[in-house]
C-alpha cells in the first residue's frame, strides 16, 4: 500500500469514526448524560483532525506537483469526510438542543 492509499485509509476510518462517536454523543444527550455527550464529542473532534490531517497530506502532495490519481477510493474518502464534518456539527447542535430542552 502506497502513501496515497494510506492517506485515503486514515481518512476514511477517522471520518467513520468521528461521525459514530458523534451519534453516541446525541444518544447520550437524549437520555440526559451530557457529560458523556461532551466526552464524545471530544473524541470524535479528535478522530476527525486526524482524517483532516490525512487530507491535508494529500493536498501537500498535489501542491508540491504530486498530482493524486482518481480513483473511486479518493471520492469515498472525501464522501466520507464530509459526512463526517457535517454529521458532527450538526451533533453539536443537537445536544445543544437536548441541553435547553433538559432545562
Known amino acids: ?3 496515497n492509499e ?3 485509509l486514515e481518512i476514511i476510518v477517522n471520518s467513520g469514526e468521528a461521525k459514530s462517536l458523534s451519534f453516541e454523543a446525541i444518544r447520550a ?3 440526559g448524560r ?3 455527550a461532551d466526552l464524545k464529542m471530544k473524541e470524535a473532534k479528535a478522530v476527525q483532525l486526524k482524517a483532516h490531517h490525512a487530507q491535508t497530506q494529500l493536498l501537500v502532495q498535489e501542491a508540491n506537483g504530486e498530482k493524486a490519481e ?3 477510493l479518493l471520492v469515498h474518502a472525501q464522501d466520507h469526510l464530509m459526512n463526517s464534518i457535517t454529521f458532527v456539527d450538526l451533533a453539536k447542535e443537537m445536544i445543544e ?3 435547553r ?3
Do not use: P, T, V
Open 1 to 3: 500500500m502506497n502513501e
Open 6 to 8: 494510506q492517506n485515503l
Open 29 to 31: 444527550a437524549k437520555e
Open 34 to 36: 451530557f457529560e458523556d
Open 70 to 72: 482518481f480513483s473511486i
Open 97 to 99: 438542543m437536548y441541553r
Open 101 to 103: 430542552i433538559e432545562k
